[in-house]
C-alpha cells in the first residue's frame, strides 16, 4: 500500500485563471540527472506515469498555504499548486524545498523579491544603485507600474490580473500602488474615459478596480473608501464588461438614499463609521460580483472593515448617555406620534442587529444597558399601539433580546406580575400581547407567527433557565398561571363542538398546529403544570376533534400531542385516556384513513405499535376490552393481533398469581390459638392498616398495604428490601409488626435459655438436619420444658402445648411437616440470598397464653 502521506493532487491554473485537475499520484524530491538537480516528481497512483517533474530552483517563490497546500510559479504563465493529502507529507516536501533555497523551514514563503533577473540586468548595466533609497526601493517594489494614460489600460489590467495568483506577486503590487500614489491617477483616466464615453476604456478600468480589491489590503481599501475617492470607485465597478449596459449605483447612492439623523448625532467619528459602513456593505453585496471559490479569501479585508465598523459604531452609540437617554424616553411616552415611534424603534433594531458582531461579554454590557433604560416595556408599549409597522419592529427587537438573554425576558415578566398583583389586569402583560400577535397574523402564511413560536420555545424550554434563580417554577407558575388560557383560546374555542372543527380554513389550521407544537413541546418538559391544565381542561379530548380536520398536517398534530402524552408513561395520563375513552376518535380516524400507504394512518399504527412494545398493560387492557372488536379486522398488520397476544399473557400471569394467593392461603404457616385471636383483630385484616408503608411524592398515588399472605408468598423479597432487613429474626419481627402486633422484649427470669415471650407468640428456630421428626419434636418439648422449671407459671400450659405439638404432628407427619419444609427453604432462599451458605431454618410458631 503506498504512503498516504506522499499523496498529492497535482494542479495548474489555466488561461481563465482557473485551477485544473492533472490528476492523483504520489509526490517525492529526488535528483534527476536530466535536470541537474533535486527535483520534485509527481507519478500517477493508477499506472506511474509522470504528472509533474519540476526541479526545486533556489530563485523560485514557493508559498505555503493551509498547511496542506504548496504553490509556486514557473515560467511567465506557468501557475502549479500540490494539495496534500496529509499535513505530514506536506511538512516533509516543504522541508526538502527549504533545504535547497536555504531557508528555515518555518516561513510560508521563500521569497521576498521576485525579479532577480532585473536586479542582476541593473548591476551589469552599471545603473545600479547601492543607496538606502534605491535598497529600499527594490525590496518593496519591484514593479514598475505603466504610465496612467489611455494607451497603457491594457497592459495594466493584465498586469494586475496576473499578480493576483500569487501572494508574493500580490504583496508586491500592492506596495508598488500604495508608493506611487497610483489611485487617484486611475480615477483621473476614469473621468477621461467617461468624458469622452470611451467603453473599452471603462471596462478595463473595471477589470483593474476589482483586481485593487481583490489584493485584499487594508491600506489601499483606506484610499478607495476616503471621501473624495468613494463615488469614483463605485463608477469604476458599474461598468462590467459582462452586462449590457452599465448599472446605476452612483444615482442610488446620491439620490435615493438619505441619511436621516434619528437622533441628534454630536460626535463626527460616529457619523463617519456610518456612512462609510453602509457603502461598504453596498459595494460587497451589490456592486462587487460574486466571488468565486478561489477568490473568497480574497474580500476577507473587506469584511473584516465593515465587521469592526460595526462593532465600533455600537461602541460610539452606546458611549453617548444622552443618546440612549433621549431615544429611550421619547420610545415610551405615550405622546409620541406612531410615525416619530417607528422612527425610534428602527433605530434600536439596527443597534441590536449591530451588536450580532460583538464579543460575548461586550454584547452582554450592551444588552445589560438597553434593559436598564426599558428596552421591553418599549417593546411592551411598541405591541400595544394600533401600528402594524410598530409590531413589526417590536418583534424584531423581541427577538434580539430572547436570542441573547431568554433569562432578562422571564425576569421582567416576573417583575410584571409581582407589580399587576394589586389590579389583577393581566392581558396588558408582555408575553400576553406577544402571544395575541402570534394568534392575529394577518400574514396567510403566518411568518410572525412562526417567529413567535420559536421565541416562545425558548422562552419555555427549562434548559436554558438558571436553577440557581430559581427561573423554572416562578416562570412556569407565572406563564401558566396568568397566559396559558391566552394561548390556548383559540384552539378551545374552534374545538367548542366535539364532531368537528369550528373553523377549518387553511391558516387556522396553520395557527392551531403552532399552538399545538408548542402544548406539545410542553409535555415533554413540564411534566407537572402541562399535566394539572390537561386533566383540569380536558385538553385532549378537544384535541381529537382535530382528527376530523381536512387538512391532514392539523390531524398529524393532534396525534403527536397524544403521543407524547402516552410516551410520559404517567398512570395518570393513561387512567385519564381510559375513563374518557379518548382511543375512540383515533380508531375512527383509523378507519377513515382508508387501509394503508398514507401518513396519518401510519402514525396511528405505530401509536398502538409503541404501546405494544413498551408493554403499557392498562392501555393494553383498555384497547383490547373496548375495541378489540373493530380492530381484529385490521389484517395488514400484526399490531392488533400482538396487542390480543400481550393481553392474554397478561391475563394468564394476573390468573397465575391469583391461584398461587389462595394456594399460600391454604397452606399458611401460623397456626392461631382460638383463645389468643379474637373477633375485631379477625376484621383487622380487611381493614386499611394505618402503620402501612406508603409512597407519596407530588401527586396522588394509592397506598400499598402490607399482610402477611402476601410477604409469605412472591412479595417477601421485595417488602425485605424495602424495609432494609436482610436476617431471618427481622424478617419475622417485620412480619409482626406490619399486622399491628408490636415487640415486646421481655423476660420471664434473668436466665440465659429463657424463651423469648411476644404476645404469646413464641418463636422457635430449628435447623433441620438428617434426624427424624420424632427426634425435632422431642427437643422442641424438651426445649419448653427447661423453659417451665425457669418460669412455674406457665408449666401447665406447657404441658398441654406438649401434647397438642405431638398429637399434631403425628396426624399431618406426610403433609404438614412436607410443606413447612418447603416453605420455609423458600422463605430462606429469598430472604437470606446474601447470607453465608448453611443448613436451611425452619420457623416453627407455638402460640401460649399471655
Known amino acids: 500500500m503506498a504512503d498516504t502521506r506522499r499523496r498529492v493532487k497535482v494542479y495548474t491554473l489555466n488561461e481563465d485563471r482557473q485551477w485544473d ?50 504553490v509556486w510559479s514557473e515560467g511567465e ?113 476614469f473621468h477621461t474615459c467617461e468624458d469622452l464615453e470611451n467603453t473599452d476604456g471603462l471596462h478595463r478600468l473595471y477589470e483593474i478596480m476589482k483586481s485593487i480589491f481583490l489584493l485584499n489590503k487594508s491600506s489601499l481599501f483606506d484610499v478607495l473608501l476616503q471621501e473624495g475617492n468613494i463615488m469614483d470607485v463605485v463608477g469604476c465597478l458599474e461598468h462590467d464588461p459582462a452586462l449590457m449596459e452599465p448599472q446605476k449605483h452612483r444615482e442610488y447612492l446620491l439620490r435615493e438614499v438619505s441619511f436621516k439623523e434619528v437622533l441628534p448625532i454630536q460626535n463626527p467619528d460616529l457619523k463617519r463609521k456610518i456612512h462609510q459602513t453602509f457603502r461598504l456593505q453596498y459595494i460587497q453585496d451589490v456592486v462587487l460580483p460574486t466571488p468565486s471559490v478561489f477568490e473568497e479569501n480574497m474580500l476577507s479585508t473587506l469584511s473584516s472593515l465593515i465587521f469592526f465598523n460595526k462593532a465600533e459604531i455600537v461602541h460610539l452609540v452606546q458611549s453617548d448617555e444622552n443618546l440612549l437617554s433621549l431615544m429611550f424616553t421619547q420610545l415610551r411616552e405615550e405622546s409620541t406620534a406612531d410615525e416619530r415611534r417607528r422612527e425610534l424603534a428602527g433605530f434600536v433594531r439596527e443597534l441590536c442587529s449591530l451588536s450580532q458582531t460583538l464579543q460575548p461579554a461586550a454584547r452582554d454590557d450592551f444588552f445589560r444597558r438597553l434593559s436598564e433604560l426599558g428596552v421591553l416595556p418599549a417593546v411592551e408599549m411598541l405591541l400595544a399601539s394600533d401600528d402594524t409597522q410598530s409590531h413589526k419592529l417590536a418583534i424584531d427587537v423581541f427577538a434580539h433580546v430572547v436570542e441573547h438573554s431568554p433569562s432578562m425576558v422571564r425576569d421582567f415578566a416576573h417583575h410584571e406580575m409581582n407589580e399587576s398583583c394589586t389590579d389583577g389586569d393581566d392581558d396588558l402583560f408582555l408575553l400576553n400581547l406577544v402571544i395575541e400577535q402570534m394568534i392575529c397574523d394577518p400574514d396567510p402564511e403566518l411568518s410572525c407567527a412562526m417567529q413567535l413560536t420559536g421565541l416562545l420555545r425558548v422562552l419555555l424550554d427549562p434548559e436554558n433557565m438558571m436553577p440557581n434563580k430559581n427561573e423554572k417554577t416562578e416562570f412556569l407558575g407565572f406563564f401558566y398561571r396568568n397566559c396559558m388560557h391566552v394561548l390556548m383560546a383559540p384552539l378551545l374555542a374552534n374545538t367548542a363542538d366535539e364532531k368537528r372543527p369550528g373553523k377549518d380554513d387553511y391558516q387556522t389550521a396553520h395557527l392551531l398546529s403552532l399552538i399545538l407544537d408548542l ?17 383540569n381542561k380536558d385538553l385532549l379530548r378537544r384535541v381529537l376533534v382535530l382528527l376530523n380536520s381536512k387538512h391532514t398536517f392539523l390531524s ?45 394512518n401510519s402514525t396511528i399504527l405505530e401509536t398502538f405499535e409503541y404501546i405494544r412494545v413498551e408493554d403499557i398493560k392498562s392501555l393494553i387492557e383498555y384497547i383490547v376490552e373496548k375495541h378489540y ?40 404457616r401460623f397456626r392461631r390459638d382460638a ?20 409512597f407519596t411524592s407530588g401527586d396522588s398515588f394509592e397506598t400499598q398495604k402490607i399482610n402477611i399472605d402476601s410477604i409469605l408468598e412472591g412479595d417477601k423479597a421485595e417488602v425485605t428490601k424495602k424495609l432494609g432487613l436482610n436476617a431471618e429474626d427481622k424478617v419475622v419481627e417485620n412480619v409482626l409488626k406490619s399486622n399491628g402486633i408490636e415487640s415486646e422484649k421481655t423476660t420471664s427470669a434473668p436466665c440465659e435459655d429463657d424463651v423469648t415471650v411476644k404476645n404469646g407468640l413464641v418463636g422457635l428456630v430449628d435447623y433441620s ?22 418460669n412455674p407459671s406457665i408449666t401447665g400450659e406447657s404441658e398441654t402445648l406438649k401434647d397438642k405439638v405431638v398429637a399434631n404432628d403425628a396426624e399431618n407427619k406426610d403433609t404438614e411437616t412436607q410443606d413447612l419444609d418447603m416453605n420455609d ?26
Request: charged content about 35%; glycine content about 4%; hydrophobic content about 35%.
Open 675 to 694: 383463645r389468643s385471636m379474637e373477633e375485631e383483630e379477625e376484621l383487622w385484616f380487611e381493614k386499611d392498616d394505618d402503620d402501612a408503608l406508603t
Open 77 to 189: 504563465n506557468t501557475d502549479l499548486a500540490l494539495s496534500f493529502q496529509e499535513k505530514a507529507g506536506c511538512d516533509e516536501i516543504w522541508e526538502k524545498i527549504c533545504e535547497v533555497q536555504g531557508k528555515d523551514p518555518s516561513v510560508d514563503i521563500t521569497q521576498d523579491i521576485g525579479d532577480v533577473d532585473e536586479e542582476d540586468d541593473e548591476i551589469a548595466s552599471g545603473s545600479f544603485d547601492n543607496s538606502n533609497g534605491s535598497l529600499q526601493r527594490q525590496s518593496t517594489s519591484p514593479y514598475v507600474l505603466p504610465a496612467c494614460e489611455l494607451g497603457e489600460l491594457e497592459e495594466i489590467a493584465d498586469l494586475f490580473s496576473s499578480a493576483l495568483t500569487s501572494l508574493v506577486r500580490r504583496e508586491q503590487l500592492a506596495r508598488a500602488i500604495e508608493e506611487s500614489d497610483y489611485i487617484p491617477k486611475l480615477l483621473t483616466l
Open 519 to 535: 402544548v406539545t413541546f410542553s409535555v415533554e418538559h413540564h411534566t407537572y403544570h402541562v399535566k394539572n391544565y390537561i386533566l
Open 825 to 850: 427453604d423458600k422463605v430462606a432462599n429469598e430472604v437470606c440470598s446474601d447470607e453465608p451458605a448453611r443448613k436451611k431454618p425452619r420457623l416453627l410458631e407455638v402460640v401460649t397464653d399471655d
Open 769 to 790: 438436619d438428617d434426624e427424624s421428626e420424632e427426634e425435632e419434636d422431642t427437643s422442641i418439648v424438651a426445649d419448653v420444658a427447661d423453659a417451665n422449671k425457669t
Open 556 to 600: 398529524l398534530a393532534a396525534l403527536r400531542f397524544m403521543r407524547r402524552i402516552i410516551s410520559t408513561k404517567d398512570e395518570f395520563y393513561n387512567r385519564y385516556i381510559i375513563k374518557g375513552d379518548l382511543f375512540d376518535p383515533v380508531v375512527e380516524a383509523l378507519f377513515r384513513s382508508a387501509k394503508r400507504y398514507n401518513l396519518l
Open 21 to 70: 485537475d492533472c490528476g492523483t499520484g504520489h509526490v517525492s524530491a529526488v535528483y534527476t540527472e536530466r535536470l541537474k538537480g533535486l527535483s520534485l516528481q509527481v507519478r500517477a497512483e493508477q499506472d506511474g506515469s509522470l504528472l509533474l517533474e519540476s526541479r526545486i530552483l533556489s530563485d523560485t517563490a514557493y508559498q505555503k498555504q493551509q498547511e496542506t497546500l504548496i
Open 629 to 668: 372488536k373493530r380492530l381484529q379486522s385490521i389484517e395488514y398488520v400484526k399490531t392488533f393481533s400482538r396487542l390480543k397476544l400481550r393481553y392474554d399473557q397478561q391475563k394468564n400471569r394476573e390468573n397465575h398469581k391469583l391461584t398461587i394467593s389462595d394456594s399460600s392461603e391454604q397452606n399458611h
